[in-house]
């Protein structure tokens, strides 16, 4: 078995910095006084920054906010209870009390930080890839179990289909039509072209619903031309790295004047699941349900072992090895990926 990753000196060090910063209350931190707060009012959370957040009131007018230090988890898509002050200090608008009970969060693993939530009351997941930098299924297929495990919609959208030759375009559609055949839906789409954005504005429209995918898949892009007056930063792809660039920083709830909103989240190198085990990462895969704890042996690994429901599965054309393949990947790198402090 693997052994779990030891922390550096410094890495160590960054883990002290970043709970002592959560411990210790900033010296230049606005304070309103209770007696100067008004009455209680319901808000949505369009973005964080550290501290403070920018909440949306009934009227759609927006207000920066600081954050009680008694609320332990705050992001995109909550919904609270704030206090407006007499008058603004330093740009802030007065105050969160309370963060209402969520119906979703999407969370992921921070090497230093722990399990980080990324976005609250989500309805469905949109997966953004593209040729560029690499059309990666393994990616998809982490963001997908991540989907199963929240109880979310998925959807796989492959932007960028402007850059595709007739072989490449051809290639795309043959990795992507396994997924079609599990019951997500794929959508290709251009922004340069136009090509499926009609199908994208349907497929959003009365859902709450979240960009997530590698930097440089053009997320951002794709949101100012669903939105233009959103002016969302758009970033090239490193032409030296082959990476994309993290064009956005903190994750962003927009509204769509037809109704339904959407949250674009910040690009990622790599999407980890160490904070989940075996068993929660098998089920993620939908189409292994039906097979799973029908194995002769109760802990088989589904590699090897005798009477294994999914390898049978796959011989028989049930199942596609290059899932199992997949599931596999995930669960080996599981020690490597997760922190010695877990």
């Known amino acids: 078995m693997a052994k779990r990753s030891k922390l550096t000196h410094g890495q160590q060090r960054r883990v002290k910095a970043n709970q002592a910063k959560r411990l210790n209350k900033k010296k230049d931190e606005v304070q309103f006084d209770d007696a100067l707060l008004g009455q209680a009012e319901e808000g949505l959370v369009l973005s964080r920054f550290g501290q403070h957040a920018d909440v949306e009131d009934s009227n759609g007018q927006v207000h920066r906010l600081n954050i009680r230090r008694t609320i332990d988890s705050l992001v995109t898509g909550d919904k609270v209870i704030w206090r407006r002050g007499s008058e603004a200090l330093a740009g802030i608008s007065g105050v969160i009390e309370a963060v209402h009970e969520r119906h979703s969060v999407l969370t992921r693993p921070d090497f230093y930080d722990g399990?980080?939530?990324?976005?609250?009351?989500?309805?469905?997941?949109?997966?953004?890839?593209?040729?560029?930098?690499?059309?990666?299924?393994?990616?998809?297929d982490r963001y997908l179990v991540a989907g199963e495990t929240l109880g979310v919609e998925s959807v796989i959208i492959l932007n960028k289909t402007d850059m595709l030759d007739p072989g490449a375009r051809q290639t795309a559609e043959q990795q992507l039509a396994l997924y079609k055949d599990i019951g997500y839906q794929v959508l290709f789409v251009s922004v340069k072209e136009g090509e499926g954005m009609d199908a994208l504005q349907q497929l959003l429209a009365d859902e709450v619903s979240i960009f997530v995918g590698q930097s440089g898949v053009g997320?951002?892009?794709?949101?100012?031309?669903?939105?233009?007056?959103?002016?969302?930063?758009?970033?090239?792809?490193?032409?030296?790295?082959?990476?994309?660039?993290?064009?956005?920083?903190?994750?962003?709830?927009?509204?769509?004047?037809?109704?339904?909103?959407?949250?674009?989240?910040?690009?990622?190198?790599?999407?980890?699941?160490?904070?989940?085990?075996?068993?929660?990462?098998?089920?993620?895969?939908?189409?292994?349900q039906q097979f799973l704890g029908t194995c002769k042996f109760r802990d088989c690994k589904h590699k090897s072992d005798p009477g294994c429901a999914l390898q049978a599965a796959v011989k028989s054309g049930k199942l596609a090895q290059s899932r199992l393949d997949s599931y596999h990947r995930i669960v080996d790198s599981l020690a490597d990926s997760r922190p010695s402090y877990v």
Do not use: Y
Request: charged content about 20%; glycine content about 8%.
């Open 115 to 140: 399990i980080k939530p990324v976005a609250a009351n989500i309805d469905q997941m949109c997966i953004v890839s593209s040729v560029v930098p690499v059309l990666s299924t393994h990616i998809i």
């Open 219 to 288: 997320k951002s892009s794709l949101v100012n031309r669903l939105l233009p007056d959103a002016q969302a930063q758009v970033g090239d792809v490193s032409e030296n790295s082959g990476l994309g660039q993290h064009t956005t920083t903190v994750a962003r709830l927009f509204h769509f004047p037809s109704g339904g909103e959407l949250i674009d989240s910040p690009g990622i190198r790599e999407f980890a699941l160490w904070h989940l085990d075996e068993t929660t990462i098998a089920k993620g895969f939908k189409e292994f």
